[in-house]
């Protein structure tokens, strides 16, 4: 086992994956490593198998930022099934009741305002968040409910894309840690009738989009008639999820320092925050953040020699 380890590529990059229907996103990852036949990766923040779209996954060296992935805004587009609620919020809990109801558009529309902003929510039974130690979905699956505390999100947009019969279709653009699930019930009392997520797809995540993600079929394609080299070409650049972040550009002296843990001064340093940093042939060499005192503090940086 340890020689077929060995042989695994060491590659760097950023795949932008359209997940599957049923898929878990460690078996998205696992399965995209399998392709690539990448000795390491990482997703930035899973999605449920019944959600679809995109999810961007971190090979080698990228998933040392794959924190700031996870910590990025999210955009979806949501199908809430009106007048039946479920123990789990979605299409695959059991049933706990069905409500006869007369929703109009207007209804939908006129309470939409108040789920838009800066709001508490409280994050379902059905969860990774844990309690003690263990993931609340554990607890709930075993009958118990724990008492869980709300949460600040932002709902940036909330608009009703469509209503038919019992399906009300929603786009939500949102901070991280938004349940949508959630959020989807919470709609549903308030319109008086219940609701479950009976469909969701992920259109966004940070600055990338479903017209930036390869599906599944197309990985597999490519693999077929090239291996995983042929599949090389799909990966974005390590910091292309951090491309609304100031540049600066180190001499091989200032790389030096850095390189070895210590702060330096770089012209055209922003006042704070954390910047990109790139040696002068434009080579990406990792993130920094500023001091109180106008320098550089490496934050996350790659292996490099300076």
């Known amino acids: ?68 992935l996870l910590d990025a805004d999210k955009a979806y587009v949501t199908e809430a099934r009106l007048g039946m609620t479920t123990a789990t919020g979605d299409a695959e809990g059991d049933v706990l009741e069905i409500k006869p109801f007369n929703v109009t558009l207007a209804d939908v529309e006129a309470l939409l305002p108040r789920f838009t902003g800066e709001i508490d929510q409280v994050p379902p039974m059905y969860s990774a968040l844990k309690h003690e130690g263990q993931p609340l979905y554990k607890l709930a699956r075993a009958g118990e409910t724990i008492e869980r ?47 479950h997520v009976s469909a969701l797809r992920r259109i966004k995540a940070g600055p990338f989009g479903l017209s930036q ?26 910091d292309s999820g951090l491309e609304d972040w100031p540049v600066l550009e180190l001499t091989e002296q200032t790389a030096y320092y850095l390189n070895h843990g210590q702060a330096v001064r770089v012209p055209g340093s922003p006042a704070f925050g954390k910047v990109r940093l790139r ?25 490099f020699e300076a």
Not at 215 to 220: F, H, N, P, S
Not at 282 to 294: C, K, V
């Open 279 to 303: 040696d002068a042939s434009g080579r990406f060499l990792g993130i920094g953040e500023m001091t109180d005192d106008a320098r550089v503090a490496p934050k996350r940086l790659l292996r």
């Open 1 to 68: 086992m340890a020689g077929a380890k060995s042989k695994r590529r060491s590659i760097d990059g950023i795949l932008i994956f359209d997940k599957p229907l049923g898929m878990s996103s460690n078996a998205a990852l696992q399965k995209v490593r399998w392709l690539f036949n990448a000795n390491k990766g990482g997703h930035t923040g899973s999605l449920d198998p019944l959600a679809t779209g995109v999810l961007p996954l971190c090979l080698g060296e990228a998933t040392k930022f794959s924190q700031y």
């Open 213 to 238: 993600s390869v599906t599944l079929e197309a990985l597999e394609a490519l693999h077929a008639e090239g291996g995983a080299e042929a599949l090389d070409h799909l990966l974005l650049p390590m």
């Open 149 to 195: 505390k709300a949460r600040t999100i932002t709902i940036s947009q909330l608009k009703v894309l469509g209503l038919e019969g019992d399906r009300l279709q929603l786009e939500v653009h949102c901070s991280k840690g938004t349940y949508i699930r959630s959020l989807v019930e919470d709609i549903g009392a308030a319109l008086g009738c219940g609701a």
